[in-house]
Antibody, heavy 125, light 111 residues
Framework: EVQVLESGGGLVQPGGSLRLSCAASGFTFSSYAMTWVRQAPGKGLEWVSGISGSGGHTYYSASVKGRFTMSRDNSKNTLYLQMNSLRAEDTALYYC??????????????????WGKGTTVTVSS | QSVLTQPPSVSGAPGQRVTISCTGS?????????VHWYQQLPGTAPKFLIY???NRPSGVPDRFSGSKSGTSASLAITGLQAEDEADYYC???????????FGGGTKVTVL
């Protein structure tokens, strides 16, 4: 069964850092682009970042660019999101999602066909 | 405020047909970028529903259908069922923002 499972969420103070992980199973991880999407409490979905199958290309929303870094370890079938300089508005449920292909040229047009259950990040003093 | 506008809510009786609009602009839907749709049942993660404007992945009932025209896309649910009560989101690419965008979401209520 194709699955992704997020971990690493928690409570962090403003200005702090946190690293999220997403463990993938049931598919050839390196062949697929991956995406982080977040959902603030009671709000809609917001795209955060994406990465190509090889990891050579990364994509970020304006709201996190320069603060968040997305990476992947294809040998461990694991995706990461390093979050620095966290702000209250980063408080959300963070989902990891799989794309349909790994080609970096098409990343922005991809849908997300498998989603994890999410991990909660709370930024508060 | 999303660049893709969806009605906050729609409702219908069991068996009826409801449609959810997703209105964009010339930098996203109007630029002929594909639109995808997701269903989020209460308290759960989003589920992939429609891809490439009108294609259903395996396992999605044919009660769900998608279309696109001009700067808008639509999701239709025919034969509405109680289990369809959920939030629905559209998604595409926006060239002005150079990023993936989601609509604000629409809550479907089955009366």
């Amino acid at each position: 069964e194709v699955q992704v499972l997020e971990s690493g969420g928690g409570l962090v103070q403003p200005g702090g850092s946190l690293r999220l992980s997403c463990a993938a199973s049931g598919f050839t991880f390196s062949s697929y682009a991956m995406t982080w999407v977040r959902q603030a409490p009671g709000k809609g979905l917001e795209w955060v970042s994406g990465i190509s199958g090889s990891g050579g290309h990364t994509y970020y929303s304006a709201s996190v660019k320069g603060r968040f870094t997305m990476s992947r370890d294809n040998s461990k079938n694991t995706l990461y999101l390093q979050m620095n300089s966290l702000r209250a508005e980063d408080t959300a449920l963070y989902y990891c999602a799989k794309g349909p292909y790994g080609d970096p040229l098409g990343y922005y047009y991809y849908y997300m066909d498998v989603w994890g259950k999410g991990t909660t990040v709370t930024v508060s003093s | 405020q999303s660049v893709l506008t969806q009605p906050p809510s729609v409702s219908g009786a069991p068996g009826q047909r409801v449609t959810i609009s997703c209105t964009g602009s010339s930098s996203n839907i109007g630029a002929d970028y594909d639109v995808h749709w997701y269903q989020q049942l209460p308290g759960t993660a989003p589920k992939f529903l429609i891809y490439g404007n009108s294609n259903r992945p395996s396992g999605v009932p044919d009660r769900f259908s998608g279309s696109k025209s001009g700067t808008s896309a639509s999701l239709a649910i025919t034969g509405l069922q109680a289990e369809d009560e959920a939030d629905y989101y559209c998604q595409t690419y926006d060239s002005s923002l150079s990023g993936v965008v989601f609509g604000g979401g629409t809550k479907v209520t089955v009366l």
